[in-house]
């Protein structure tokens, strides 16, 4: 009977020393939870700082996009008007190509100064 008495304490002992283990395991498994945790928790705090800057940088962007857009439309519309002006003046220029290249062509020149078509070319303008 002594043997098994033995046997018995031994398991004992083996049974504490796995229970020991098993505590430090679960000590050590929540410490590394709590740091796991501590990390996501910092690296979305970091997320969260530069989500913040790239909105900035975004409004930032769309402000200088707005303002190019508005100066694009702006020279266009002055684009637009001389065009209209250059036409208008080689429509004057051929006005007065032919009214200065004498009676022959029928213009006659006008006080406004624009050529006007007459049926007789040696008017004086009127």
Same mark, same amino acid.
Do not use: F
């Given at each position: 009977m002594m043997s098994y008495s033995y046997t018995s304490s031994g398991c004992s002992d083996d049974q504490s020393a796995v229970d020991e283990k098993k505590m430090r395991r679960r000590v050590s498994n929540r410490e590394s939870a709590r740091r796991s945790r &501590?990390?996501?928790?910092? /690296?979305?705090? @970091?997320? &969260? +700082?530069e989500m913040g800057r790239l909105e900035r940088e975004k409004a930032e962007i $769309?402000? *200088? =996009?707005? *303002?190019?857009?508005?100066? /694009?439309? *702006?020279?266009? $519309? @002055?684009?637009?008007a001389l065009r209209a002006k250059k036409t208008a003046l080689t429509h004057y220029l051929n006005n007065m190509d032919a009214a200065l290249e004498g009676g022959s062509s029928g213009? =006659?020149? +006008? *006080?406004d100064g624009t050529a006007k078509a007459v049926e007789k070319p040696w008017c004086s303008g009127g």
């Open positions: &501590m990390k996501k928790q910092k /690296h979305l705090q @970091e997320l &969260m +700082v $769309s402000k *200088a =996009c707005t *303002a190019k857009t508005l100066g /694009h439309l *702006a020279l266009r $519309s @002055e684009n637009d213009w =006659c020149l +006008v *006080a």
